[in-house]
């Protein structure tokens, strides 16, 4: 590696790796790309497998020091990172528009949701418990770090998912390395040139990479963990190569959110809601509504009024005003919701609004990867569009009217990230909350998270947790002293 000398931060043109606490550069480059223009973004560094090396021998020995510095001057680190980032706030949004194509609003909401969960990580603190005591023993119930973290990023949400991974992995006096998707790597590497300002040289390291760098990650005996956030396919491709050194995982993975709408509710309140959180980030969210079951007896009114307000959403570039979806983040990910589009006649799925290819029209001839909101109005349970997730803004809408029959048919899915349901009666509401296998389960809501409580997924959403005094022990090993009291002199 070569080691760069740069004249400071808010240089937002040029973007290197961040080894052992030095900007560093690669021979080879690649480039992201503007999604809402399918142009190239500048270069970012191709690592090698000495790249890994060197990052991982960096973070090893960062980890010494690092583990035996107290709780105080960690959480003292962090406060101060999200500090620095809060000061870059809008570079930071605008850079994340550029390369995720969020509207940029949406894109200030991110950063603000990356500062938020710094802060409120450091309310957190894992504290030695005394099991148990008497006059013979003392039994102590304490946790220990890890080592090396090695946090893999998607590209849906990259800066507040970074943050994420950072925070509890270095509260709990653990190092960590920042794997950004090869198609958002941007806003990581320049967190982690942010980061050395306030952390020691090793603490927290980034690594730019194409499709070869993750595996060659897990698949290293020097990282002790992986934090992977991404698809269920590649979920299982991570924790098959971390099972050949027993490295400890964190996966949070893809989700088929259904969200059950009962016959009580208010329906002009309620629709936009639902299309809301079913298109926000244009559907690109593990736990945004995916399905939505609508109870027979007002569907018609509800389809309606979903439809009403989700003709009113703006699609285009996120640098344009008012606009409330972006583009797909990628070419790829747009062929693949497409797909969906072309089962539309094959199906003879019914069209409540949207359809056709998909494109936006105004802005297709930009090269953008845009698709308009799309709503399939009650296609049948075992039809693709309910059983897989698109990741797009396309969703299915269909009835129920039989409570029982509604819950077996919402977790009829390997998926199990979230759900909701939305009704006036709390009790009822409640009764079918408690029956879905979901981690995380809403009322007349969706998408909030708490960052005190527990996040992860049932089934093959995941495996472990993230957030809250569990977020903190994902990182850690559990330690338990037995001390054998000295018999007192005769």
Known sequence: MDSIDTKGFDVFSRYYNTINGKPTSTKEVRQGINPATAQPNPDVPVSTPQDVEDAVAAGKAAFKKWASTPYVERKKAILAFADGIEQHLHDFAKLLSKEQGKPIQFAVGEVHSAIDCLRSTTKFELQEEVVTEDDEKKTILRHTPLGVAVGIVPWNFPISLACGKIAPAVLTGNVIIIKPSPFTPYCGLKLVELAQRFFPPGVIQVLSGDDNLGPWLTAHPGPDKISFTGSTATGKKVMESAAKTLK???????????????????????????????????????????RIYVHSSIYEEFRAAMIKFAQTLKVGPGNEDGVFMGPIQNAMQFEKVKTFFADIEKEQWNVALGGGNGTCVDNAKQGGYFITPTIIDRPADDSRIVTEEPFGPIVPLMTWSDEADV?????????????????????????????????????????????????????????????GIGGLKAYCNTQTLYLKKPKAAL
């Not at 390997?414 to 979901?438: E, F, K, P, T, Y």
């Not at 527990?454 to 995941?462: C, D, E, L, M, P």
């Open 248 to 290: 400890r995982v964190t996966l949070e993975l893809g989700g088929k959110d259904p969200a059950i709408i009962c016959k009580d509710v208010d329906i002009e309140a309620v629709a936009p809601k639902i299309a809301t959180l079913a298109f926000l980030n244009s559907g690109q969210i593990c736990i945004a509504i995916k």
């Open 407 to 467: 819950i077996e048919r919402a977790n009829n899915t390997h998926l199990g990230l979230g759900a909701s349901v939305w009704s006036n009666d709390l009790d009822q509401a409640s009764r079918i909350a408690r029956q879905l296998d979901a981690g995380s389960v809403w009322v007349n809501t969706h998408l909030e998270i708490d960052m005190a409580a527990a996040f992860g997924g049932h089934k093959q959403s995941g495996i472990g947790h993230e957030c």
